[in-house]
Each structure stands twice: as C-alpha cells, then as structure tokens.
C-alpha cells in the first residue's frame, strides 16, 4: 500500500536531512485537479482526496516535516482552476507556479 511506502520514504529522507542538519523541513501538499473543480466537499473523489491528505500530514507530522497545504491554499482563491492550462486538467499554468512558490516562500522565510 502506498501509505507504508510512503511512510518508509519520510522516514528515509529524515533521515538523510539530519544526517545533513537540516534542521527546517517541509513537505508541500499539491492540490489535484479533480479536488479544485469539485464544489461538494461530499464527493467520493473529495473524500479519497482527504484520506489521503490526512495521512501525508500525519506522515509529515511523524517525521517533523512542516505540512504546507497547498490544496486548501488553492481552493480558497476566487477561481482556483485559473492556475491550470485552459482550465484543464494539466500542469500548472505560469500563475499557478508563480502562486505556489510564493505560498512555499511565505513559509520559508516565517
């Protein structure tokens, strides 16, 4: 299952950052399409999203990762699907980088 992977992957890179003292570390919660364009928060697909959102912030929380919710960053912008080519289910649009490294900076400098 992928939660044990995942799980095991955390652990790995934990490891491998305090092995470099990195002392600040942060896992960035990318939002899917399909949960930006759905409006009820009652959906399957919404809900199997929200699972697994829960376990990367438990994971993340696990290890001491700071958990930055990009999905939910996202979702609250008057037009959250404008960050997508043509709206579509694609890779981020130049806005939509732009936003993201913003929101991550915000994080980083705090």
């Known amino acids: 299952p992928y939660n044990k992977?995942?799980?095991?992957?955390?652990?790995?890179?934990?490891?491998?950052?305090?092995?470099?003292?990195?002392?600040k570390k942060y896992i960035y919660y990318l939002p899917k399409y399909t949960r930006l364009a759905h409006k009820n928060k009652n959906h399957p697909d919404v809900k199997h999203l929200n699972q697994i959102k829960n376990f990367v912030m438990t994971a993340a929380n696990k290890y001491d990762f700071k958990f930055i919710d990009g999905a939910d960053f996202f979702h609250n912008r008057k037009n959250p699907l404008d960050i997508f080519h043509y709206k579509l289910p694609t890779h981020f649009n130049e806005n939509g980088y732009k936003l993201e490294a913003k929101h991550i900076n915000s994080f980083i400098l705090n």
């Open 5 to 23: 992977k995942y799980d095991e992957l955390l652990n790995k890179m934990d490891i491998y950052l305090t092995q470099k003292k990195i002392k």
